[in-house]
């Protein structure tokens, strides 16, 4: 069977969740999702600890729910919305066992319908870089829709630069950020951090190359991050930004 190129429009993130291929027609698959760590983002936990999050908090791309549910926790109004079915419910599940309350709701973040204007902070925690160029752009102005004026952002995404250890697809660039962002967001500060993933090098290991190659991916063991748990990390950018 021929390699296929890999695609954005390919992935099948409904599928991720419901333990299916990644991609359609490639036998890409994990026990979880790979950012579904069972917790929030240790990146998304320092924004809290430094009071970043304040007012209504939409978390766009909320996936399972872990980053909008810890921020409930600490008593924030929180909104969450993802493209994915299967992801919404398993999050207002989760919220529920966690006595928690999130608004969960299914929307395209391209567009953010039905979606009033009344966010004081939004958190993107890896949704930017599953975009392609034009819903960059769309997302971008969705966002400043149904934000209030002074209203913040914070956006964690792939981040272009060198990783000896991790080779990863849907990289972004900082001048990609500005050029989508930039017309309704004043950003302040582009950073590198880490994002930790659900998976370990063994699991990354056993899936062999083939099957890397069809994420566009790469992994050298030997160069590989890893935080405590011996969960890969990943390159990220993390964005501060105010409306404009």
């Not at 999050?91 to 567009?111: H, I, L, M, N, W």
């Amino acid at each position: 069977m021929a390699e296929q190129e890999f695609r954005l429009d390919a992935v099948d993130f409904d599928g991720v969740y419901e333990g299916k291929s990644l991609i359609a027609g490639a036998d890409v698959s994990f026990a979880v999702a790979p950012w579904d760590i069972g917790e929030p983002q240790p990146a998304v936990v320092r924004l809290a600890d430094a009071g970043e999050f304040r007012g209504e908090v939409l978390d766009a791309g909320s996936g399972l729910g872990e980053n909008a549910i810890f921020l409930a926790g600490r008593g924030l109004r929180v909104t969450g919305v993802d493209g994915a079915h299967a992801a919404v419910s398993t999050a207002r599940e989760r919220a529920a066992e966690q006595g928690v309350e999130v608004v969960f709701t299914q929307s395209d973040v391209t567009t953010l319908d039905g979606l009033p204007q009344r966010f004081d902070t939004v958190l993107d925690s890896a949704l930017y870089h599953c975009l392609d160029s034009a819903q960059r752009t769309s997302y971008a102005a969705a966002l400043w829709r149904v934000t209030r004026p002074g209203a913040r952002l914070h956006l964690l995404c792939f981040a272009d630069v060198a990783d000896r250890g991790l080779g990863l697809p849907m990289m972004v660039s900082q001048d990609d950020l500005r050029e989508h962002l930039g017309g309704q967001w004043d950003i302040e500060s582009i950073e590198q951090t880490d994002y930790t993933t659900s998976v370990t090098v063994g699991a990354f290991e056993g899936m062999g190359g083939a099957r890397l190659r069809h994420l566009a991916m790469m992994i050298d063991p030997k160069n590989i991050r890893t935080d405590d748990q011996g969960r890969i990390l990943a390159a990220m950018w993390q964005l501060r930004a105010a409306r404009a």
